[in-house]
């Protein structure tokens, strides 16, 4: 049974910050020790209700992509086993949804990455024709794959912040031209890649969202997770159909829950019940399986 951690209290090392899932920790200057929690948040609000065993999922499922695509562009792994970096009494809180990654400079901004229309570019195509400024074709259905890969990028919220759709001339504004086009391009290559290999295992990514940060040579570095289920829309490639919202193996199910009871979207959100709780859980560790190859390991 893959064991269950609402929030990490590793004692050994100071804290640096708690994001929506993950726990932050400075093992040194140059490293830091993440721990994933099975914290769920739902339009940017942290719930109460953790998932069994959802930490454990994403962390490997990160692991996998940040071997895959290791090529395209480096990542912030360094190797280092995150049970050697706390105390013996520490050890089951990092078994399993830990890494020791390396210090890097956060660029500010969140490289989303969308292949189909779907969540928010759709709302925002009904409105404007197009999504985050980049025009679109007339008659375009929710679901429907876009005629190209778009960047999308938005602004990096603090926890509780909803992160808002920002134009590609604001990133290089924020950044500078010769960084935003590396984003950019880095991002949707990797989004390619995935996609690409994600289909020949039954499973559509329709967007994603990729985080980046800088070494001291100034270096662009993949960070934080990649294309896990809580960073991506995950689909079943046998049940897309366009016309409709395709089911999910992310945390949309507990998303169409919270919808169907009318909820505001800020705290305290709704608690969930057993089955939803065990529905979401059960669709992680599919989400895994069917991209790995491989079962959840605890």
């Known amino acids: 049974m893959a064991s269950t951690l609402l929030q990490s209290s590793i004692k050994s090392l100071p804290l640096l910050s708690r994001g929506k899932v993950r726990d932050m920790y400075a093992v040194d200057d140059n490293h830091l020790l993440i721990v994933t929690s099975d914290r769920l948040s739902a339009f940017d609000v942290i719930l109460d209700d953790p998932i069994p065993g959802k ?5 490997q499922m990160a692991n996998f992509w940040f071997e895959r695509l290791k ?8 190797g280092i086993a995150p049970e050697s970096v706390v105390k013996p009494d520490e050890v089951a809180q990092v078994r399993g949804r830990a890494v020791v990654a390396k210090r890097l400079k956060p660029v500010m901004v969140e490289a989303v ?3 189909y229309l779907i969540g928010s ?3 925002d195509y009904q409105k404007s024709g197009g999504v985050c400024g980049i025009p679109l074709p007339l008659g375009l259905k929710q679901a429907d794959k876009l005629p190209e890969i778009i960047f999308t990028p938005s602004s990096k919220a603090e926890v509780g912040e909803h992160d808002e759709n920002i134009s590609f001339a604001e990133v290089e504004k924020k950044v500078g031209p010769v960084l935003a086009a590396k984003i950019r391009d880095t991002s ?3 989004y390619r890649e995935a996609a690409d290999y994600a289909r020949g295992r039954g499973i559509i990514i329709a967007d994603t969202k990729f985080e980046f940060g800088l070494d001291a040579a100034g270096n662009l570095v993949l960070i ?4 896990t289920a809580d960073s ?25 829950y919270l919808e169907s009871l009318g909820w505001n979207k800020k705290p305290p959100a709704p608690r969930l019940p057993a089955e939803v709780i065990a529905k979401t859980a059960e669709k992680y560790r599919e989400a895994l399986t069917r991209l790995t190859g491989k079962d959840l390991e605890v």
């Open 232 to 256: 991506s829309r995950f689909w079943p490639a046998d049940q897309y159909r366009p016309d409709s919202s395709p089911p999910s193996y992310d945390k949309q199910y507990v998303r169409d």
């Open 55 to 59: 930490g454990q999922v994403l962390n």
């Open 188 to 190: 949707i290559r990797l």
């Open 121 to 123: 570019g759709w709302n």
């Open 224 to 227: 934080d997770e990649v294309l």
């Open 71 to 78: 090529d395209v562009v480096p990542n912030h792994l360094t």
């Open 113 to 115: 990455v969308r292949g």
